[in-house]
């Protein structure tokens, strides 16, 4: 049964459909938020909170329509508020979350912590729409939907990315005190669009 | 084509989504230069982050939740939250009093007594004959409402809920039976220390009548808690009842009671003597 069929039964008040929402979309949520976050048990906490509001806003889901673009815009907004009302408390270092590794090669997994801690100093916006379209495997248009703007936007968007990630990935390989999130690095950039 | 094209078609290639002609350029440019190279081979390695799996505790509360629904609390507990942002603490279960009997007979109790003294200080009416057999009947009723309310009270769940309950059942002048019956249930079964202790302290108004007495030193057990224990044998002394010395000695027996305890019930046996 395909997530839209499930939803609008949910919508109607059969609420165990939910529970095969859940065991779909658990998971990948719970990596949208560590990507996005870090710390698992916010992450965890943020999960519970985006089943719960669809379940309290069932009735605002609108038959046929993306049920995935919905849902992601429960658990971006789950987060924006979730941050908004933790704000003094919870400012995230990388350090406080080390990424557990895979155990392939060695090479391997030190490239993966680089990696993360590389993904996890890119600016915010530009994390977002790298965690979305490679982690979560949606769409560019599904992207634009859900943030509000242009298919090509997104597309610009994922490029900076991987070219903010690229700088502060050479920067933590060579063992550079990684620049504030977001900055433009001192890397020179020839790739850019000037 | 340039960095700048590439950079453009860069996304819709890693996403697989452009034609084989253009993919094939894209891929040439790709291998010959190292930005963009790079750039490319960060995606694919992307994939190297392992996903992580959440805690089973995730599925218990997501589970919990969804029983709550579908058994139709959350509704209600979500009503119920709406309902508290606009408090009234002045009517407290005055509007549902059919949803909360023990408020409808308080709220009954209290303009019950506004109606008494606003007819009494009004002074409009002279004492007529059958005046006083009116407030008669009124304190009567005001007596049956009195214990009504004691015992609704202590059925209720939480325990200073019930502590009220004894508290209005001391209000009483003549206790009815039915209350003097669910005091000593309450002394003996409830689960609260305190209530207990205080359903003691309510019973000892009675401790003037045979039939209290008797089920005074009945109460006294081993399966008691400690604390009421000694109270319990505080007031036997009290109350110098020798009937109360077989049972004070049969408790002195039993093995099961705490040593402080028995200190003090070999103390009460002497002062009884």
Known sequence: MSDEELMAQVRSGVGEMLGVLFE????????????????????????????FRILKYRHSYRVDTPFRAWMYQIARNARLDYFRKHRAEVSWEPEMSPMIAPVDTAQQSQEAVLLHAALMRISEDKREVLVLSRFQDLKYEEIAQLLGCEVNTVKTRVHRALQELRQVFHQLESGKPPGRKGSEGAWPNPGSVQ | MNCEAIGELLPDYLQGRLSPELAREVEEHLTGCPMCGEEAALWKNLALLPEEQPSPALQTRFKAMLESY???????????????????????????????????????????ICGFF?????????????????I?????????????????????????????????????????????????????????????????????????????????????????SPLVQIALIDLLVDMHDQNAMPQLKRFQQDPKIDPNVRKHVDWGIDQLN
């Open chain 2, 118 to 134: 606003i007819g009494r200080n009004s002074g409009v009416t002279k004492p007529s004959p059958d005046s006083d057999a009116r």
């Open chain 2, 136 to 224: 008669t009947q009124m304190q009567s009723e005001l007596a049956a409402t009195r214990q009504l309310v004691a015992l609704s009270m202590l059925q209720q769940q939480s325990a200073s809920q019930r502590l009220e309950g004894v508290s209005w059942s001391t209000r009483l002048q003549q206790p009815d039976p039915k209350v003097l019956d669910a005091l000593f249930h309450t002394l003996r079964f409830d689960n609260s220390v305190d209530v207990r202790l205080a359903s003691l302290d309510a019973l000892s108004r009675y401790a003037g009548r045979p039939e209290v007495r008797s089920e005074l030193v009945n109460a006294l057990q081993a399966k008691q």
């Open chain 2, 70 to 112: 579908q058994e139709g609390r959350w509704e209600k507990s979500s009503l119920a939250a709406e309902k508290q942002k606009t408090p009234t603490p002045m009517l407290w279960g005055l509007g549902n009093w059919r949803r909360m009997p023990v408020a409808g007979v308080a709220w009954a109790c209290v303009f019950l």
């Open chain 1, 24 to 51: 779909r979309y658990h998971v990948p949520l719970f990596n949208f938020y560590r990507k996005m976050s870090g710390d698992r048990a916010v992450s965890e906490d943020l999960v519970q909170e985006v089943f």
